[in-house]
Nanobody, 127 residues
Framework: QVQLVESGGGLVQAGGSLRLSCAASGHTFSTRAAGWFRQAPGKEREFVAG????????SYTDSVKGRFTISRDNAQNTVYLQMDSLKTEDTAVYYC????????????????????WGQGTQVTVSS
């Protein structure tokens, strides 16, 4: 498994932008699909965006399509989530995750398929 540490969260006004980073340790990170999830107070954790191990395939939940962009730099063992046009409903704790198994094909979206999780970073969008 890999260890993950998120950063980049904070307080931003609606319409603003934030860029989350997720730094991974472990030499197998580049072989694993990765993703971002979020959990708002009183709600279940939900999938936000996913990216294949090589970065060529990406997937987003409908509510963030056109506003969020996931990317990765395997040379730096880092995954990013660029969040633009933020809305108050984007307020949540954001978690990055890496797949349990290396060499999976494409994007994975189910939480049970991710074996490594970061500690989370708070994103608060004010109106």
């Amino acid at each position: 498994q890999v260890q993950l540490v998120e950063s980049g969260g904070g307080l931003v006004q609606a319409g603003g932008s934030l860029r989350l980073s997720c730094a991974a340790s472990g030499h197998t990170f580049s072989t694993r699909a990765a993703g971002w999830f979020r959990q708002a107070p009183g709600k279940e954790r939900e999938f936000v965006a996913g990216i294949s191990s090589g970065g060529g395939i990406r997937s987003y939940t409908d509510s963030v399509k056109g506003r969020f962009t996931i990317s990765r730099d395997n040379a730096q063992n880092t995954v990013y989530l660029q969040m633009d046009s933020l809305k108050t409903e984007d307020t949540a704790v954001y978690y990055c995750a890496a797949a349990s198994r290396p060499y999976t094909v494409g994007v994975i979206t189910a939480p049970e398929d991710f074996g490594s999780w970061g500690q989370g970073t708070q994103v608060t969008v004010s109106s």
